[in-house]
């Protein structure tokens, strides 16, 4: 079964400065690994997908990840954060199999930026 | 495209009624899912439909939550009778076969 864990329930950076936001995984094989978003009172955002080829993997907003193999993480990075990234972000993951469809959330991480 | 589309946004109810919660997928994706989300416990996997049918009911809580999906654009997720403890936010998604997954904007649901 597959899981992902999100060490963190809370990052709080300045403006400016940037943003990690930690995720690890288990899964057999090789992952599908996603991260999403999820303002106040509304509906998760897909920001980026990590499916095969280059490790470096970047999204919406300014937002990139890092697929690691060996340590199994896909941290969310953000070279400069925005007041306006304060959100709660997932990351999820799936295996590659053909016919399994189901994301393994993690439990997010609040993420606060003040000015 | 105008989005996965969910009805009712708010729902008030009292025990013991029945709930009926909507969903319309993104028109040409053929895998649906419904979520529940609460403080306690997260956001969980109730259901999902690959091509309208059920593959993975795991999730459903109990005998008193059903969900159908009588043609591609459609679904509802139903439960009777309503307790308190359901009270959440249900979300509905959908995507193109595995593919990145898409949300409404959900169904604030409030069982008095």
């Known amino acids: 079964a597959q899981s992902v864990a999100q060490p963190e329930d809370q990052v709080n950076v300045a403006e400016g400065n940037p943003l990690t936001v930690k995720c690890t995984y288990s899964?057999?094989?090789?992952?599908?690994l996603f991260w999403y978003v999820q303002y106040p009172n509304r509906g998760l955002q897909f920001l980026l997908k990590?499916?095969?080829?280059?490790?470096l993997v970047k999204g919406s907003y300014g937002f990139e990840a890092e697929f690691n193999k060996s340590q199994t993480s896909f941290h969310l990075k953000k070279p400069s954060a925005l007041v306006s990234d304060s959100a709660l972000y997932f990351c999820?993951?799936?295996?590659?199999?053909?016919?399994?469809?189901?994301?393994?959330f993690g439990a997010g991480t609040t993420v606060t930026v003040r000015a | 495209d105008a989005g996965v589309i969910q009805s009712p946004r708010h729902e008030v109810t009292e025990m013991g009624q029945e709930v009926t919660l909507r969903c319309k997928p993104i028109?040409?994706?053929?895998?649906l899912f419904w979520y529940r989300q609460t403080m306690m416990r997260g956001l969980e996997l109730l259901i999902y439909?690959?091509?309208?049918?059920?593959?993975?009911d795991s999730g459903m809580p109990e005998d008193r939550f059903s969900a159908k999906m009588p043609n591609a654009s459609f679904s509802t997720l139903k439960i009777q009778p309503s307790e308190p403890r359901d009270s959440a936010v249900y979300f509905c998604?959908?995507?193109?076969?595995?593919?990145?997954?898409?949300f409404g904007p959900g169904t604030r649901l409030t069982v008095l």
């Open positions: 999820a993951v799936r295996p590659p199999s053909s016919n399994d469809y189901k994301l393994s």
């Open positions: 990590y499916i095969t080829g280059d490790n």
């Open positions: 028109s040409g994706h053929n895998s």
């Open positions: 439909f690959n091509n309208n049918v059920p593959i993975d």
């Open positions: 998604a959908s995507s193109y076969w595995g593919d990145e997954q898409f």
């Open positions: 899964v057999s094989g090789n992952p599908y």
